[in-house]
């Protein structure tokens, strides 16, 4: 079964900060994606990045930077100079391929509340 | 990518009857999935459906109380029946495309039953 976890419920930051949400998971699957979205209170689900297993390298794009590590089963976003329109519920999320029917299972983390203030 | 729209977007039910939330697809999509998530919880993963056979239901979800219909491969409806007080939460759709293992949502249909 996959599990992934957010410890962090909720972090509040003045704008400007930067801030790392964490995500560890877990899977006995070698093949298996990972995800963080968005949600904003408006409720729609936004994708921000996926990476694969075989991927580690590390990314920045723009504010957003993602920091993957195998070896402690971790998957790490940091957002640079946050911003209030920032402030929306991060999840991280796991996706292992269904072997009967096909598709991809999403299991998702219980989700980080981060509030950028002014 | 796909775009998804769900109807209705937001709904207020009595307790005891059924809703039916509609997804639609702009591009043909093998896997459809249905999603739930309860007011300040994480998404929980519903159904499965695929086009032309029955949609498989994860641990806790039955059939009887979740029917999901998939009549094409750009459309599928969840119906959420004898509804109570517990199934207030939005329910989300989201689809595969070509293969890519990255999930598109509709925009989630926010039910609260009174």
């Known amino acids: 079964a996959q599990k992934v976890t957010q410890a962090q419920t909720e972090i509040s930051v003045v704008e400007k900060e930067d801030v790392t949400l964490d995500c560890v998971y877990e899977?006995?699957?070698?093949?298996?994606?990972l995800f963080w979205y968005k949600q904003p209170p408006s409720g729609e689900l936004v994708f921000l990045i996926r990476?694969?297993?075989?991927?580690?390298q590390n990314e920045i794009s723009g504010r957003y930077s993602w920091n993957f590590q195998k070896s402690t089963s971790s998957f790490n976003f940091t957002i640079t100079a946050s911003q209030v329109v920032d402030s929306a519920v991060y999840f991280c999320a796991l996706s292992v391929f269904i072997l009967t029917g096909g598709g991809n299972k999403l299991t998702f983390g219980t989700g980080t509340q981060l509030k950028v203030e002014l | 990518s796909a775009v998804i729209s769900q109807k209705p977007s937001r709904d207020i039910c009595q307790r005891g009857t059924s809703l039916t939330i509609q997804c639609q697809v702009d591009s043909q999509v093998t896997m459809m999935f249905w999603y739930r998530q309860q007011p300040g919880q994480s998404l929980t993963l519903i159904a499965t459906a695929n086009q032309g056979s029955e949609a498989t239901y994860e641990s806790g979800f039955v059939i009887d109380k979740f029917p999901i219909s998939r009549p094409n491969l750009t459309f599928s409806t969840l119906t959420v029946s004898n509804m109570s007080p517990e199934d207030s939460s939005i329910y989300l759709c989201?689809?595969?495309?070509?293969?890519?293992?990255?999930?598109?949502f509709g925009q989630g249909t926010r039910l609260t039953v009174v």
């Open positions: 899977t006995r699957d070698t093949t298996y994606y």
């Open positions: 990476r694969n297993s075989f991927d580690e």
């Open positions: 989201s689809v595969e495309v070509g293969g890519v293992t990255e999930a598109f």
